[in-house]
């Protein structure tokens, strides 16, 4: 599960991708429930970098975010911003 908050800009996130450092394609998240985003891919032990598309189309991309040994229920911070 990922929340994304405090996005600049048009502020509503419409797309969010996830890329581990062992693929190749981005992969969709889905939103769960206001702008907390899921996915069933196992991205354990990869380093994770995001997405973010905004309602006005505009993307940010933020590069390995959370790192190799990520965990859940950790928050990690990205320095990318709109």
């Known amino acids: 599960m990922v929340m994304v908050k405090n ?21 969709p998240l889905q939103r769960s429930w206001g702008q907390l985003w899921k996915t069933e891919a196992n991205l354990t032990g990869e380093s994770l970098t995001f997405r973010v598309m905004t309602g006005d189309h505009r993307k940010a991309t933020s590069w390995r975010v959370a790192p190799r040994d990520w965990t859940y229920d950790n928050t990690y911070q990205a320095k990318k911003n709109f």
């Open 7 to 27: 996005v600049g800009g048009a502020g509503d996130v419409v797309k969010l991708t996830v890329k581990g450092t062992k693929r190749v394609k981005w992969t």
